[in-house]
């Protein structure tokens, strides 16, 4: 599935950000070039390639300052990450379907432990994925969809309004930020533009067109997901019946 159909599913759990201003040293975003489209193109497929990425991101869930680090494999379509905040440490797997929970301490780096327990484990609360539902089914969703087992279209990217944002740089690496369209369709006719607030994903990307950063709108706050560049494990789901 291309990429802005693809996000375009998620988005509808993710709040557009209004009323903002732009510093006025900042660059003016633009339409991407072809190279660029190009660059962006291959993002989701880089991370196909690298199968798992660790990530890390904080946001607020019902009204809770919480901090997420784990892994995204995006061959096997799983994710399993250490959630912690006032509740507690706990555990989350998610598929493409379902999202799980189960209370957990995170190894000395913040990472989930293995093995993943059992899903026949009775401290698990496994429930449908709803990206509808909750900010962090909303937040895994998105986390998934930055995957795909081929290249998205550059051409279509720069027909429904993809923007190069800045340059910028993350720990010494030079990076491009773009600005993802906030749909699959086309602009219309007479319109070589759109307002950058009106994407819900921005992405950083090195030369090389590895996703280094992500931002997304949520909950009427950005929340930035850092994706370092380390290799991360293969994932596979535990034995349980759940």
Do not use: H
Not at 153 to 165: D, F, I, T, V
Not at 182 to 196: F, K, Y
């Amino acid at each position: 599935m291309r990429l802005a159909a693809r996000l375009t599913a998620v988005g509808l759990a993710l709040a557009l950000l209004t009323g903002c201003t732009s510093d006025s040293a900042e660059p003016a975003p633009r339409a991407v070039t072809s190279a660029e489209a190009q660059l962006l193109a291959i993002a989701r497929f880089q991370n196909f390639e690298a199968r798992t990425r660790p990530f890390e991101t904080s946001f607020t869930l019902s009204g809770v300052d919480v901090t997420m680090r784990g892994w995204v494999d995006y061959v096997a379509k799983l994710g399993y990450a250490s959630v912690e905040g006032d509740f507690g440490t706990e555990a989350v797997l998610w598929t493409d379907s379902s999202l799980g929970a189960v209370p957990q301490a995170a190894d000395s780096d913040g990472y989930p432990t293995f093995p993943i327990p059992a899903l026949d484990e009775p401290l698990w609360q496994i429930q449908e994925l709803d990206a509808t539902s909750s900010a962090l089914g909303a937040l895994v969703a998105t986390i998934s969809a930055l995957g795909s087992d081929r290249p998205d279209n550059p051409l279509l990217l720069q027909q429904s309004g993809a923007l190069w944002l800045r340059d910028d740089e993350i720990d010494g690496t030079p990076v491009t930020v773009f600005a993802a369209p906030a749909s699959d369709a086309p602009l219309e006719d007479g319109v070589d533009a759109v307002d950058p607030d009106a994407s819900t994903l921005r992405l950083w990307l090195d030369s090389t067109g590895l996703l280094r950063r992500a931002e997304v709108a949520l909950n009427d706050t950005w929340t930035i997901i850092d994706f370092p560049d380390l290799i991360g494990p293969e994932l596979s789901l535990p034995e349980g019946t759940g």
